[in-house]
Every structure is written in structure tokens, then in C-alpha cells.
């Protein structure tokens, strides 16, 4: 007889393979769109893709018979970036989860993630200019796709890294230890209210699309502009932010209205990123700044908010 491997032994002993998968991640992909006008058009996506399936015995025996090499999943997205032109990360990974599905029929589903730097075009005499590019802001754009074979497509896109700051209109009064808070008395809060401060924060949120045909592109651009008008309010008179909890609701249920129906959920998350004034320093008041205008950013600890808002209550 075979002596048992040190795996098989071990499962037989303590217990059995419950979950597995692997994937290939850090996939860094550019593409140029050359157009016959000569103005060309850039993406810069980093994939990552996950795959399960039947492929139980790489784990439990050894065997890699049916292991597609994770340099081949490298392969495989460059190749399909050339056929695919890559102005929708959501379109190019549908591409991606599809083929490895039709060509691999032991692989039961694959997730593919993508991110995308944001590059934009310089100007020159006020003009865009037709082939030299900067990255112009912070954020990214991102999209998860899952696909299963027999089953559907789900499409999930994103943005992170959205950083916003005003400098006005935003407050934090009567929490926990304050009067008229719940509980009035509270001997750990040494936190002072704040009637008017800086409010920042690095906006990350990811939302669930109602279909995977919908228009994923137009989608991203009506979320980023909710959050920022919702969050900015009118270019003049502003909005007033009493509770960052609410601003960021507001935010939410500002992206669902602009895509309804093609987007079913929104999940947000917005960190502080605090800027204390100068007379939070323990010196004298005479070093103090005499209009608060002088800042110190603060790079932790700090807040922490999330939520998540749908455009259906979910049936209980």
C-alpha cells in the first residue's frame, strides 16, 4: 500500500477541507485608445482574480492536474486588454470572470477585482490636451465582479480615497457627557463641543448594481458628484453639517435618487481626518492663533463612520 501523505493523515485525524481558493493579484495593466483624430485616451486598472472550483486535490493531494497557474491568469487579463478598451472596469471584468469560465468548465466561480488610477489630461492654453496626461485627483475608481456557473452576475462598483474638507458649517454638540446629551454626566469625556470646525474626511464607499448590464460609467460620475454636492451644499451659502452621521447618510440616499433603479445598495465609510486649531496645544494663550485660522492635521487616532442605505427595505 501507498503510505498517506502528511495531509491526508492530518484530515483524517483533525478535520477536512472546508473553503478553498487562489487567484493571481497585482495585475497592473495600461491602455492607450489611439483615436484616428489623434487624441488618445488612457486607462490604468491593477486586477486581482479569484477562482473556485474543482481543484480540491492541490490542497488535499498534491496534484495541480487541474490548477490554472496564476501566471497564466496574468496572461490571460493582458490578453483580454487587448480586446477590450477598458473605459469600464466593470464591462472589462465581466470579460475577465466569462473567460475563465467558458474555457475552464471545473471552474465554479470567479471574482475579479479591479481598481483604476485616476489620470486625467493636462491643459495647455486652456485647452485639454490630446495626449500628455496627470494624475489630477486622489480617489480611485473600483469594481468587484462575481460570476457562477448556472447562475447570475453580480456587479458591485466603487470609489475610495474621495478626500473632501470644509472649512465652516460643521459642528459637534450634546453628545454623551454634554448637557442635554442622554447621559449629561460622563467622568472619560474630556472632548469639548464644538460650535463651528473643519470637517474632512476620506470618503470610501462601494454599491450593488441592480443589473449587470447597467451603465456602470454614467453610475460612477452621478455617485461621485451626489456626495460631493450633497456634502458641499450650495457654492454660497454651503450647508450645515450638525452630525457627520447624518452628512453621510444624506450623501448615500443623494447617489441612490440620481441612479435609481440601477443601483440597489449603497455602503459608505468616513473616517475623520481631523484638523485641530493651534489653541489645542498646551501653550501659553499668547502663541495661540487670534482668528483660528492655523491648523494642525492629525493623522490619528480618529473617527471611524459607516453605513449602509438601499433603495428597497429588504423583506424580512
Avoid at 472619560?188 to 474626511?201: G, M, N, P, Q, V
Avoid at 470610501?204 to 447597467?214: L, M, V
Amino acid at each position: 500500500t501507498t503510505p498517506a501523505s502528511s495531509s491526508q493523515k492530518t484530515q483524517s485525524m483533525s478535520g477536512y477541507l472546508a473553503e478553498h481558493s487562489y487567484g493571481k493579484m497585482k495585475i497592473r495593466v495600461f491602455k492607450v485608445n489611439r483615436h484616428p483624430s489623434g487624441r488618445h485616451e488612457v486607462h490604468e486598472v491593477t486586477v486581482r482574480t479569484i477562482l473556485w472550483g474543482d481543484f480540491a486535490d492541490s490542497w488535499t493531494k498534491g496534484s495541480n492536474k487541474k490548477m490554472v497557474a496564476t501566471e497564466t491568469q496574468k496572461n490571460t487579463v493582458y490578453q483580454l486588454a487587448k480586446q477590450h478598451n477598458l473605459e469600464s472596469v466593470e464591462e472589462f471584468g465581466k470579460l475577465i470572470a466569462s473567460h475563465f469560465l467558458n474555457k475552464y468548465n471545473w471552474i465554479t466561480k470567479v471574482k475579479v477585482t479591479l481598481r483604476e488610477e485616476p489620470w486625467g489630461r493636462i491643459k495647455v492654453g486652456g485647452q485639454d490636451h490630446h495626449h500628455a496626461f496627470t494624475k489630477t485627483t486622489s480617489e480611485t475608481r473600483f469594481a468587484e465582479v462575481v460570476k457562477s456557473r448556472g447562475g447570475g452576475t453580480r456587479v458591485m462598483g466603487g470609489i475610495e480615497d474621495l478626500i473632501v474638507l470644509k472649512t465652516t458649517q460643521s459642528s459637534f454638540e450634546c453628545f454623551v457627557g454634554c448637557k442635554g446629551a442622554h447621559v449629561e454626566e460622563d467622568e472619560w469625556t474630556t472632548l469639548k463641543e464644538a460650535k463651528d470646525r473643519i470637517f474632512s474626511t476620506a470618503v470610501k464607499s462601494y454599491w450593488t448594481y441592480a443589473s449587470d448590464s447597467a451603465p456602470f460609467t454614467e453610475c460612477y460620475h452621478k455617485v461621485k458628484a451626489a456626495f460631493l454636492s450633497t456634502f458641499a451644499g450650495d457654492a454660497v451659502k454651503g450647508v450645515p453639517s450638525t452630525a457627520a452621521q447624518q452628512s453621510q447618510y444624506d450623501m448615500c440616499l443623494a447617489a441612490l435618487a440620481d441612479n435609481n433603479p440601477h443601483i440597489a445598495d449603497i455602503s459608505i465609510t468616513t473616517p475623520n481626518l481631523h484638523y485641530n486649531p493651534l489653541s489645542s496645544l498646551p501653550t501659553p494663550p499668547s502663541m495661540h492663533a487670534p482668528n483660528n485660522d492655523v491648523f494642525i492635521p492629525i493623522d490619528g487616532p480618529s473617527g471611524y463612520i459607516s453605513s449602509k442605505a438601499a433603495l428597497r427595505r429588504a423583506k424580512m
